[in-house]
Antibody, heavy 130, light 107 residues
Framework: QVQLQQSGPGLVKPSQTLSLTCAIS??????????WNWIRQSPSRGLEWLGR?????????DYAVSVKSRVTINPDTSKNQFSLQLNSVTPEDTAVYYC????????????????????WGQGTLVTVSS | DIQMTQSPSSLSASVGDRVTITCRAS??????LNWYQQKPGKAPKLLIY???SLQSGVPSRFSGSGSGTDFTLTISGLQPEDFATYYC?????????FGQGTKLEIK
């Protein structure tokens, strides 16, 4: 059973850096069939995908355009975890932040593998305020 | 980016009812459509992947259909624990995008 445990501060000052960590158990951050994502949720933006890191012979990242200039998602293989850093935060970055595994699930109906967020962290409410 | 539009935004139903939620993609996404259930204060939970495949452990009263741009989630025989918010999500391309959610309330 895969479990994701998030940690990090719930309050960040404007212009500072938001940092969260997601510890993985039951799987490996270096898995060749999973991707490790950060997603946030706020009343104004709904569920917003921020980006992911994954390993397919080498490490790769994808980021949402809306945060691309400010975001970094890094794996930590020694601790089997991955992290989110979001720089220069403003009150608009206030949200519940989730880490999630994007697994590769086989569908009998289509005969193909499909990506879906099958495991999630518990969520961290991050408030940006002075 | 692929826009996902759900309807309705909210609906009221009674225990035992059959309800349908619709999700439309702004371009064809084949069957790369997933459905999630979210209860207050909790992370979303995967219900359906690949448009119609039931995630392990999810009751069979949940079903999904569709392909291309139009998809539906159907709950047959609503149970008290089904009152929640439901989201669709496309995994066809990056960036991943979600619908705005459908809140299912007790009538």
């Amino acid at each position: 059973q895969v479990q994701l445990q998030q940690s990090g501060p719930g309050l960040v000052k404007p212009s500072q850096t938001l940092s969260l960590t997601c510890a993985i158990s039951g799987d490996s951050v270096s898995s060749n069939s999973a991707a490790w994502n950060w997603i946030r949720q706020s009343p104004s933006r709904g569920l917003e995908w921020l980006g992911r890191t994954y390993y397919r012979s080498k490490w790769s990242n994808d980021y949402a355009v809306s945060v691309k200039s400010r975001v970094t998602i890094n794996p930590d293989t020694s601790k089997n975890q991955f992290s989110l850093q979001l720089n220069s935060v403003t009150p608009e970055d206030t949200a519940v932040y989730y880490c999630a595994r994007e697994g590769s699930l086989y569908s009998d109906n289509t005969g193909y593998y499909h990506a879906a967020f099958d495991y999630w962290g518990q969520g961290t409410l991050v408030t940006v305020s002075s | 980016d692929i826009q996902m539009t759900q309807s309705p935004s909210s609906l009221s139903a009674s225990v035992g009812d059959r309800v349908t939620i619709t999700c439309r993609a702004s371009q064809s996404i084949s069957s790369y459509l997933n459905w999630y259930q979210q209860k207050p204060g909790k992370a979303p939970k995967l219900l359906i992947y690949a448009a119609s495949s039931l995630q392990s452990g999810v009751p069979s009263r949940f079903s999904g259909s569709g392909s291309g741009t139009d998809f539906t989630l159907t709950i047959s025989g609503l149970q008290p624990e089904d009152f929640a918010t439901y989201y669709c999500h496309q995994s066809y391309s990056i960036p991943r995008t979600f619908g705005q959610g459908t809140k299912l309330e007790i009538k």
